[in-house]
């Protein structure tokens, strides 16, 4: 495959992050084609799981790094590198004891004081971390396997902070970092190690098999379990992911095994390739969203943000996203379709093709004034992509100054970061999607928090709502959610942080011999999978 001027630039830029590290693990010896899987994914630029929520990032981290805590295909907590855990009698200390066999990749043992400095970093951004340290007193070292957590008073919700969107644990020397500072090290404990001699950032990165890696005896399930690796090796292929049509001939072909995200137009040519499968991994589903900058004009105006609401055409835009209509359903409640907490608050906005007039008068009564509104076009993931060309259509049909503003995702993960003004390389909107499974869980989920700039990109702001939100964390029942989700979801949709799209359950596909592939949200775990022999 050709090999673009822009790839060229992103591998000398980033080969310097990526290939500057002292190889730790040379170059094994290649593996044999049926211990080998190649994955066509998306643009992986960052490598800290800290540093960005991008999903990318956090199948890198599931590959090489390791958790406290994980959860099972039904998103409950398990132990994973800790072996034995207890909490006091008033339920404010809780120990962990690490279990046997826990080594980093360059041969060091792994300790409680890695442990510690993981949970701290983590803590300073993730929205579970940022809970569970405002009700912590301190998280010590014991000794070199026990670590401690120490509350000012209770929480319940401990171990689903630390098992669902927890912290990966790092070396305590990359932890130590500033959370806005990428560690670039890629030295983990876990079941993968990065390859650095064989990375090609903008082409494709490589993973092996940690011979070293001790699993959990219990059996896979979600994320939590054995982590058994049945694979020596495998390969993200990013250069193919643009180019979805070329990705799915390779697929054919027998040139790679697993395709992320197949076009919704040629779902029936792999569903009639005998050779081919394709397989819904997330049952959940993702919710697509349209994020404001609610810090700039004109989005910083409630009225603007509420003209969003009414603008979008639910049906339409996902049928532009996604094409294939039968993974795909309108969706109206914050909390998702079907979550445990789904409700039909304050939801008289939505209408069947939207309301154009309504959005129309809204944005006139923001005093909208033709500022540019720049919209963040992922060129390399085409559902996006999509859908940020419809949504920029639609605005300006209604007399918006829209413009997109296309990179790759590694660029849109890069700029949206920024607080800028948009004639200072800032941004107005950008598309993105977040698993279903985790709108149900407003303590952990990334997108859910209004807590300003401490929060996630966009970077809402109401304090009402924040003390809701906070006040999940020591609900009992589910009926006392159910009604705390109601008070959240009349706020939510009267400030309006992001507009929701539409509710996609898509399937991957893989070829036939690819089989064990774990099912959760939005992650592919490389464990577990294997390929027949041929």
Not at 383 to 401: D, H, M, T
Not at 403 to 430: H, M, Q, T, Y
């Amino acid at each position: 495959m050709t090999i673009s001027r822009r790839q060229i630039i992103k591998t000398g830029i980033a080969a310097g992050a990526v290939l500057s590290i002292p190889s730790v693990l040379r170059a094994q010896t290649s593996p044999t084609p049926n211990r080998t899987v190649r994955m066509v994914k998306g643009d992986l630029s960052v490598f800290d799981p800290v540093v960005t929520t991008a999903s990318y990032t956090w199948d890198h981290a599931l590959a090489i790094y390791d958790t406290l805590f994980a959860v099972d295909a039904n998103l409950e907590p398990h132990p994973q590198m800790v072996g034995k855990w207890a909490v006091s009698d008033d339920k404010k200390t809780y120990t962990f004891e690490l279990r046997d066999g826990l080594g980093w990749h360059d041969g060091a043992s792994v300790t409680a004081a890695d442990c510690v400095a993981s949970i701290r970093r983590w803590g300073q951004v993730a929205p579970g971390g940022q809970l569970l340290m405002s009700r912590t007193r301190d998280v010590s070292k014991k000794d070199d396997r026990t670590f401690i957590i120490t509350l000012k008073e209770p929480l319940g919700v401990v171990l689903n902070v630390l098992g669902y969107l927890g912290p990966f644990v790092m070396r305590e020397k990359d932890a130590s970092l500033s959370p806005t500072e990428q560690v670039t090290a890629n030295i983990g404990s876990g079941p993968f190690t990065f390859n650095h001699a064989l990375a090609k950032p903008g082409a494709n990165f490589t993973y092996d098999r940690n011979v070293r890696y001790v699993p959990r005896d219990e059996p896979a399930d979600g994320l939590a379990g054995g982590k058994i690796v049945k694979v020596d090796r495998v390969i993200w292929e990013e250069s193919l992911f643009a180019d979805q049509h070329t990705s799915v001939a390779a697929l054919q072909a027998g040139e790679v095994d697993f395709l992320e995200s197949p076009p919704g137009d040629l779902l029936p040519l792999i569903e009639s390739d005998p050779n081919l499968e394709l397989e819904v991994l997330n049952r959940w589903g993702e919710d697509m969203f349209v994020r404001m900058n609610c810090l700039q004009k004109p989005f910083d105006n409630v009225k603007a943000r509420q003209a969003m609401l009414h603008l979008v055409d639910q049906e339409a835009m996902m049928r532009a996203a996604y094409g294939n209509p039968k993974y795909l359903h309108t969706v109206t409640s914050m909390f998702g379709n079907d979550t445990s907490v789904s409700n039909d608050e304050n939801t008289g906005w939505f209408k069947k093709g939207g309301d154009r007039e309504k959005a129309t008068q809204l944005f006139k009564e923001a005093g909208y004034a033709g500022e540019k509104v720049v919209i963040l076009q992922p060129t390399d993931w085409a559902e996006g992509s999509n859908a940020s060309q419809f949504l920029a259509a639609a605005l300006r049909k209604i007399g918006v100054n829209a413009e997109l503003a296309p990179s790759d995702w590694g660029g849109v993960v890069a700029r949206r970061a920024k607080k800028d003004p948009v004639e200072n390389g800032g941004w107005s909107i950008f598309i993105s999607s977040a698993p279903e499974a985790s709108s149900g869980e407003p303590v952990t989920s990334i997108t859910l928090p209004m807590n300003g700039e401490k929060g996630w990109y966009g970077w809402p702001r109401n304090d009402e709502y924040e003390a809701l939100r906070l006040k999940w964390a020591d609900v009992e029942t589910l009926k006392e959610r159910k009604a705390l989700a109601r008070k959240m979801q009349r706020i939510w949709w009267e400030y309006v942080p992001q507009v929701l799209v539409g509710q996609a359950i898509s399937p991957i596909a893989r070829r036939k011999i690819l089989t064990g592939l774990i099912g959760m949200p939005t992650q592919n775990p490389f464990w577990n999978m294997q390929k027949a022999t041929a």
